[in-house]
C-alpha cells in the first residue's frame, strides 16, 4: 500500500505489493515460452523489476508448483509464471493483486448503513458527498500522519470512532477531545498538532459504546477505515493513493 522503497526482504516485499509497477505484457510473452523453470525465473524477476533477482529455482513435491529463493526468502509459483504464494497470500504476479487481501476485505466488509453513526465526531469538507468512517487512536502514529492527508481532502464526510487501544492516556485524550465544545476541531489539534482539549473529560460520553463497536467489528488496530460501499481498509496509506481508493469505494 505504500509506494516502492528500499526493501530487506520479501517480508517487506509483501507489504508493498500493491504498489508495484505493473508488469508489461512483453515481459510476460518472454516468461511463458521455454522450460516451466526459466519461465517461472523470468515471470519473478520480471515482477521483482531489478530490486531484487531470483537466485534459484527448484521443483516442488507439488506438480506443477515451483519453489523460488530470493536471497534467504521463499515463494511458491506455478509452472506458468502467473500465480505466487507468498507470506501465505496468493498473488497474480501480472497485475500485482493480493487475491487472499481481497478476499479478507470481502469477508471483512460491513453494512456501513449499520454504523451507529451519532456516537461518532463528523467532520464535513465541502459538499460533504463522499463518505468514510475511521477508527483512531490517539497515541498512534498513523494515525496523526494519516489526519494531517485527511484535512486536504475536498468534498468528504469523516465520521471518526476514537479508541484507546495503545497507551493509558489514550482513553484520557480521547475523552477529553469528546468533552470539548468543538470534538472535530479538539480531535484535529489533538492529533495533528498534539494539543490535548484543555478539559477534565468527564462529561458523559460514548467510550463503553465506541470500544463496543470496535470489538464488534474486529477493529483492534488503527488508523481502519471503513469506506461507504463497506470495504475495510486497515493501516495507513498515502494521501494520494487514499484519495483514489475514496475515490473507487465512493461509486454508487
Given at each position: 500500500m505504500h509506494s516502492?522503497?528500499?526493501l530487506t526482504g520479501i517480508k517487506s516485499l509483501i507489504k508493498s505489493?500493491?504498489?508495484l509497477?505493473?508488469?508489461?505484457?512483453?515481459?510476460?510473452a518472454s516468461a511463458q515460452s521455454g522450460d516451466a523453470g526459466a519461465n517461472?525465473?523470468?515471470a519473478v524477476n520480471g515482477w521483482l523489476k531489478g530490486r531484487y533477482q531470483v537466485e534459484e529455482v527448484r521443483k516442488t513435491p507439488v506438480s506443477g508448483i515451483w519453489?523460488?529463493?530470493?536471497g534467504n526468502d521463499l515463494i511458491y509459483v506455478d509452472e506458468k509464471g502467473q500465480f505466487a504464494f507468498i507470506e501465505g497470500n496468493l498473488v497474480e504476479l501480472r497485475s500485482n493483486r493480493n487475491l487472499t487481501r481481497e478476499r479478507v476485505?470481502?469477508?471483512?466488509?460491513i453494512n456501513f448503513k449499520d454504523l451507529p453513526l451519532d456516537i461518532a465526531i463528523k467532520q464535513v469538507h465541502g459538499n460533504g458527498k463522499r463518505v468514510f468512517a475511521i477508527f483512531e487512536d490517539a497515541n498512534c502514529g498513523y494515525c496523526k500522519k494519516m489526519r494531517r492527508d485527511l484535512a486536504n481532502l475536498k468534498d468528504v464526510t469523516i465520521y471518526t470512532?476514537?479508541?484507546a487501544f495503545l497507551s493509558p492516556d489514550s482513553e484520557t485524550k480521547a475523552k477529553k477531545a469528546l468533552c470539548a465544545s468543538d470534538k472535530s476541531a479538539a480531535w484535529n489539534d489533538l492529533l495533528i498538532s498534539g494539543k490535548v482539549p484543555d478539559n477534565p473529560g468527564t462529561c458523559d460520553n460514548p467510550m463503553p459504546k465506541l470500544r463496543d463497536l470496535a470489538q464488534k467489528l474486529g477493529v483492534n488496530a488503527t488508523p481502519t477505515v471503513f469506506f461507504s460501499n463497506g470495504r475495510r481498509l486497515?493501516?495507513?496509506v498515502a494521501g494520494d493513493q487514499f484519495e483514489k481508493m475514496l475515490q473507487e469505494n465512493s461509486k454508487p
Open positions: 516502492f522503497r528500499a505489493l500493491i504498489a509497477v505493473a508488469i508489461s505484457c512483453a515481459g510476460f517461472v525465473r523470468s519453489e523460488v529463493r530470493i476485505d470481502e469477508l471483512m466488509s470512532y476514537v479508541v486497515q493501516g495507513y
